[in-house]
C-alpha cells in the first residue's frame, strides 16, 4: 500500500466552524507533513511530524493546530479561519532520515477548503 | 534558508517532441536533493525523477532526464517525446533536512500545455 488518503475531499467552513483535516498512510512511515498549497501557487509546509513528535512548525497561525495521536494518523484542527486560508492542504508522507539515503515524500490528494 | 527559482510560467510544446524546463536554486549546504514533481489539474502530486547532488549522473528516468549542474545551480528537465498526459503544473524542488524530517521547498512552478 504505497497510498495517502486524505478526508474529506472538499470542505466548506464559516469562520466561527471548527473542523478537522485527517491524513492516513500505512507504509510504515514515520514522518508526516502538512503543506498548504494557494491557487496558481507552490506548496508551501506547514507541518513537519517525526516520531509522532512536532519537529517543524513553519510559523503557522495558532488557528491551525495539527495532531499526530499515532504513526499513520496526522490531523489539522481547524479553528476561526479566515478567507484567506481557502487552499489545498496537502499531506505527504516519508521514511524519517537515514545516513546517506533518500526519504521521498509520498503526497496525498488534498483537501481543498473554503473558507466563507 | 534555500530558494527555488523557475523562470517559465508556462509553456509550450507539441506532442511528440521534446521540451526543457529550467531551475535554479541557490542553498549553501552540500548534501541536498533535487527532484521534478507533476501537478495535473487532478491536484495529485507525482514525482517525475529526482537527483542527488552528490551524484555527478544526471538521472533518468523513461522520457524524462534532467541537466544536473552543480557549480551553476543549475537543475533543468528534459521531456522527450511529448504525450498529452504530461500536460500539468510541474514543480522544481529542493531537499534538505532538519533533524530527521526532510523539508521540501518547491520552485514557483511552470504550467507545461502539451498540444496536437
Known amino acids: 500500500d504505497t497510498e495517502v488518503t486524505q478526508t474529506p475531499k472538499h470542505l466548506v467552513m464559516g469562520m466561527t466552524n471548527k473542523k478537522s483535516l485527517k491524513c492516513e498512510q500505512h507504509?510504515?512511515?514515520?514522518?508526516m507533513y502538512w503543506y498548504k498549497q494557494k491557487a496558481k501557487k507552490p506548496p508551501e509546509l506547514m507541518f513537519v511530524?517525526?516520531?509522532?513528535?512536532?519537529?517543524i512548525n513553519e510559523s503557522v497561525p495558532s488557528r491551525f493546530s495539527p495532531e499526530c495521536p499515532n504513526s499513520s494518523l496526522l490531523n489539522l484542527h481547524l479553528h476561526a479561519l479566515q478567507p484567506e486560508d481557502s487552499a489545498l492542504y496537502l499531506c505527504?508522507?516519508?521514511?524519517?532520515?537515514?545516513?546517506?539515503?533518500?526519504?521521498?515524500?509520498?503526497f496525498g490528494p488534498g483537501t481543498r477548503l473554503t473558507v466563507l | 534558508a534555500q530558494t527555488v527559482t523557475q523562470s517559465q510560467p508556462e509553456m509550450s510544446v507539441q506532442e511528440a517532441e521534446t521540451v526543457t524546463l529550467s531551475c535554479t536554486y541557490d542553498?549553501?549546504?552540500?548534501?541536498?536533493?533535487l527532484f521534478w514533481y507533476k501537478q495535473p489539474p487532478s491536484r495529485q502530486m507525482i514525482l517525475v525523477i529526482r537527483?542527488?547532488?552528490?551524484?555527478?549522473q544526471n538521472a533518468t528516468e523513461n522520457r524524462f532526464s534532467v541537466n544536473f549542474q552543480k557549480a551553476a545551480k543549475s537543475f533543468s528537465l528534459k521531456i522527450s517525446d511529448s504525450q498529452l498526459g504530461d500536460t500539468a503544473m510541474y514543480f522544481c524542488?529542493?531537499?534538505?533536512?532538519?533533524?530527521?524530517?526532510?523539508?521540501?521547498?518547491f520552485g514557483t512552478g511552470t504550467r507545461l500545455q502539451v498540444t496536437l
Open positions: 542553498t549553501s549546504e552540500s548534501n541536498y536533493y
Open positions: 524542488a529542493f531537499m534538505n533536512y532538519t533533524g530527521t524530517a526532510s523539508k521540501l521547498t
Open positions: 537527483q542527488e547532488a552528490y551524484k555527478q
Open positions: 505527504a508522507s516519508s521514511q524519517v532520515k537515514r545516513a546517506k539515503s533518500y526519504n521521498e515524500q509520498f
Open positions: 511530524y517525526s516520531y509522532e513528535k512536532l519537529s
Open positions: 507504509m510504515g512511515h514515520r514522518a
